[in-house]
């Protein structure tokens, strides 16, 4: 009995996004780089660049305005099918807070862009 989710698996994906960011050359599956010139070990997760993690396309190309996250990613960011649990700084909503960062406000550093309130941490700060 399988209690987890299936691997992820964009090159044969019937998900109608992932066969189209396939079939029209948007996106291409990560393949782990072999040692000393060996074959490339497939992973079966659709290729990002680092955070935000835009997608890359078939010639290599992180593509602008385009991310993915979640699932898809399974073998390249462990763990993504799990629920954020609630006070635990997530690392799934992390990711999701640089996707929204960099789609709203694209060419601005993560330092420089304006960051979430943090009621818990304000309530400390007034309390202390």
Do not use: K
Not at 27 to 36: H, K, L, N, S, V
Not at 81 to 88: I, K, M, V
Request: net charge negative.
């Amino acid at each position: 009995m399988r209690s987890s989710s299936p691997p992820a698996d964009f090159p044969h994906s019937a998900n109608p996004v992932l066969h189209a960011l396939r079939e029209d050359g948007l996106g291409r599956a990560w393949e782990i780089p072999g040692a000393d010139g060996a074959q490339p070990v497939p992973t079966g997760a659709l290729e990002v660049g680092p955070a935000p993690y835009r997608v890359v396309d078939a010639t290599g190309r992180e593509q602008a305005g385009l991310y993915a996250v979640g699932v898809p990613l399974e073998s390249i960011l462990w763990g993504t099918q799990l629920q954020p649990l609630a006070r635990t700084n997530s690392r799934f909503l992390r990711e999701l807070d640089e996707v929204a960062r960099d789609a709203l406000l694209p060419g601005v550093d993560a330092q420089e862009a304006p960051q979430a309130r943090d009621p818990e941490r304000e309530h400390a700060e007034e309390s202390a």
